[in-house]
């Protein structure tokens, strides 16, 4: 069967760094406080030259030299991103066009913090039904241009990034020890629209709002929806936390990344935690961390990697990779 295989990975910061220290003239908080809530301890924010658009742009060139492949390679270009650069075109479409790529076809995925697995599992699909043979999936997020600066509860926990895989057609066995996308499991529940969401859009207010968030009331689903869908991508393959190498979690929050862990009976050192370094950048968030634990030689070739991420909609997912 046709597999959908890791060929080449990257990412890209922008140039300025926030510590949580920078936040004590701005809004009632502590160093102590965020580090103790969430683990994070500095993020990446955008300055005004730099775009979700530019940002997706830097992770994919990164992710093509790692392949040793070129635009031209390419056949469909996914972006997840809550935080697109225009209501439309698709940013997608920008980036394809900065890649100078005249050929195949771009669209944007909105899954919020979900949307890099979402994504995923996508461009999997395109792949696996012969419309794409490579795929660009990328997560690329400006989050400060979408938070209140003045209300401490959530501008302290965001950060602004991209990542980027390339994935590729090759022919496996049709078993779990292929390389490639194994196994996925999403789900979203409405209902819980007003615990997280953003206060405007085109069609409500012709604005575009700023981030709200209730994060007891997040906390609190959080670590049960996450293990549903791991539990689920278990089930399906017959694997269990024992066989996985690594788990690349989404990177909100380091006590929830830890609670899911415990409950999945998970080893903590076989979690990859970038959240101290990144702070919550959404759909951007999961592939910052595999690059992170790629470059650092943590993941290799081989590896059964778990991804999972939760967010705003509620949605929620998990992708079994063997990278
Ligand atoms: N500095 C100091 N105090 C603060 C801050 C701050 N930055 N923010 C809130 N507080 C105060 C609150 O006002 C509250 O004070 P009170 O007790 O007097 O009312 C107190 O700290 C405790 O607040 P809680 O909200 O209960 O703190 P909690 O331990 O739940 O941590 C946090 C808050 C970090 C937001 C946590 O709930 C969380 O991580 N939630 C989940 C976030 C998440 O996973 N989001 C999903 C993905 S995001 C997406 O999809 C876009």
């Not at 102590?32 to 658009?53: L, S, Y």
């Not at 979900?114 to 995923?120: L, M």
């Not at 959530?154 to 390339?166: E, P, R, Y």
């Not at 903590?268 to 592939?287: F, L, R, Y």
Request: proline share 2%; charged share 25%; hydrophobic share 45%.
């Amino acid at each position: 069967m046709i597999r959908s295989v890791v060929r080449g990975i990257g990412s890209a910061l922008p140039r300025r760094i926030m510590k949580n220290a920078d936040f004590e003239g701005m809004v009632e908080t502590s160093d102590e406080w965020i580090a103790q809530r969430t683990g994070i301890r500095q993020r990446h924010i955008a300055a005004d030259d730099e775009t979700t658009a530019s940002l997706g742009e830097a992770a994919a060139r990164a992710a093509l030299e790692n392949a040793g492949l070129t635009p031209d390679d390419i056949d469909l270009i996914v972006l997840a991103t809550s935080t697109p650069n225009n209501t439309f075109p698709a940013t997608a479409v920008e980036i394809q066009n900065r890649l100078g790529m005249r050929h195949g076809f771009a669209f944007d995925m909105q899954a919020v913090c979900s949307g890099f697995v979402y994504a995923v599992t996508t461009a999997d699909l395109y792949i696996k039904g012969g419309l794409a043979k490579r795929v660009l999936v990328i997560g690329s997020e400006t989050f400060s241009r979408i938070l209140d600066w003045t209300d401490r509860s959530t501008c302290v926990l965001f950060g602004d990034g991209a990542g980027a895989l390339v994935l590729e057609a090759e022919e496996g066995e049709g078993s779990i020890a292929d390389r490639g996308v194994l196994a996925a499991s999403l789900r979203s529940d409405g209902t819980h629209k007003d615990k997280l969401y953003v206060d405007g859009g085109p069609s409500t207010t012709g604005t575009v709002g700023h981030l709200k968030m209730e994060g007891r009331e997040v906390f609190k689903h959080a670590v049960g929806m996450i293990t549903d869908v791991i539990e689920d991508v278990f089930t399906q393959t017959g694997i269990s936390a024992d066989d996985l190498d690594w788990f690349v979690p989404h990177q909100a929050n380091k006590r929830i990344i830890d609670a899911s862990a415990k409950k999945l009976g998970i080893a903590d050192e076989k979690a990859v935690v970038t959240v101290h370094m990144h702070g919550n950048t959404s759909a951007a968030s999961v592939p910052l961390a595999l690059s992170v634990a790629v470059a650092d030689g943590r993941i290799k070739k081989g590896d059964l990697v778990m991804l999972e991420a939760m967010g705003g909609g509620f949605t929620w997912g998990a992708v079994l990779v063997r990278w």
